[in-house]
């Protein structure tokens, strides 16, 4: 009896299974996301494990103490940020997977790691450019080349054969998107592909200790192109974010095993590649003179580091019925949320007034701390009244209008007074023991506190 090629949908966002097509996944509720895939045959090493508990693996539980985590040993990529959002270097047998939109930089980036590294024996494996051409991109990054092999195939089980018998000590994939494997029918890039292709390599890494990078595309709105899974098989994801046009690149740590997830790093995009930028707060400080109003700077911190940054506002009059409020960068409830307390604990009248809101250099942020200069911005655009330059802001604001103390304020004050401001504001609960010379640290323990210290 003829039988027709068995089918499953998979989700495109979270990657539940389903025998039928649904309009609605159930199980993340995102609509038409449901992709058609062949059945993947029951090839290779299953992942499954073994059934029925008849069939053993020879694998024994061990005691905790007894496990030996030398294997662990991390080692450096040569590019001090790259290591230092990765938690100090990357750990033997990890699989790394490093997102972002077409033309951000993420080959460039990969690139440059053998490149950097003098030891590092590389295996760059190439889906999506000729040899010749990460050859004149390696070329125009300078470096060392004597350490890099390029290697231009698209067949995972040949890139794992290759790597196995090169035994590399690190291996490079650009990227998972142009990879296959012959065991499952469907084109590169499908789902059933990169969960498929992105498995073959955990395994590899884990069973080799080769640290593997993995790199993957970003959909416009912002996921990595392809299922939500790839994100739980991997070890580590990496970001790349920053606008196409603007040099300054942003890479942060979204999961992490083995470190920190708050961690991020900038990057600027140059004629020879990419340069890490080791003081960001230099780089998100305007260098305008004084006296534009609707700017404010924010001692945020990212991850373990003070990154101070500014956030600029427009307020207007509402030329439409209901007033506009947008932010970029910032949780646009938050800002209606800060509104509100302007409006109700402050007197502000801002419902007849477009608020717009964004965060300098693209970043975003999720820091509470960034809330006063927030405030600060709206009411400097809205009085037309510049904040000093040399003034900067660390705090959250409760809904009853009182300035809340944000955690590790040392070292903002610090990272402030290090980039020569005079002065910062802070909640009136924070504790400041050690005081660096130069900066006075304002308190203020509610907004109409701040207001009249600020403007007045
Ligand atoms: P690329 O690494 O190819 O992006 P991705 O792999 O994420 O798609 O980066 C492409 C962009 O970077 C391209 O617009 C050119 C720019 N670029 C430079 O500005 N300087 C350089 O030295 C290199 C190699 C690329
Ligand atoms: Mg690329």
Known sequence: MASKAKTVFYCTSCGNESPKWMGRCP???????????????KKGPATGGARGGSVGTGR??????EIDDSQEARISLGMGEVDRILGGGMVRGSLVLIGGEPGIGKSTLS??????????????VTGEESARQVGMRARRLGGDSSYCTIFCETLIGAVIEEAQAMGPDLMIVDSV????????????????????????????????????????HITKDGFIAGPKILEHIVDVVLQFEGENRGSYRILRSI????????????????????????????????M?????SGTAIAAMLDGTRPLLFEVQALVSSAVYGTAQRSATGFDARRLNMLLA??????????SAKDVFLNMAGGLKVSDPAVDLAVICAVLSSNFDFAIPSDVCFAGEVGLSGEIRPVGQIERRVQEAARLGFKRIFISS?????????????VKVADVPALVKALFK
């Open 177 to 216: 998107q142009t990879m296959y494997t012959d065991t499952v029918d469907s084109a590169p890039g499908s789902v059933s592909q990169i969960k498929e292709v992105a498995s073959a390599l955990l395994r590899f890494a884990k069973e080799s200790g080769v640290p593997v990078i993995l790199i993957g």
């Open 60 to 65: 024994r539980p061990q005691p905790l103490r």
């Open 288 to 292: 305008h003179e004084q006296g534009l």
């Open 111 to 124: 690139l440059q790691i053998p490149l950097c590294c003098k030891d590092l024996r590389t295996l760059y």
């Open 429 to 441: 609960f924070s504790k400041v023991e050690v005081k660096p010379e130069g900066i006075r640290v």
């Open 255 to 286: 999961k992490n095993r083995f470190g920190s997830t708050s961690e991020l790093a900038v990057f600027e995009m140059t004629g020879t590649g990419l340069r890490e930028v080791a003081n960001p707060s230099e780089m998100l400080i305007p």
């Open 27 to 41: 199980a993340c509720g995102e609509w038409n996301t449901m992709k058609e895939a062949p059945v993947e045959p």
């Open 341 to 350: 307390v302007l409006e109700k604990r402050a007197g502000f009248h801002l």
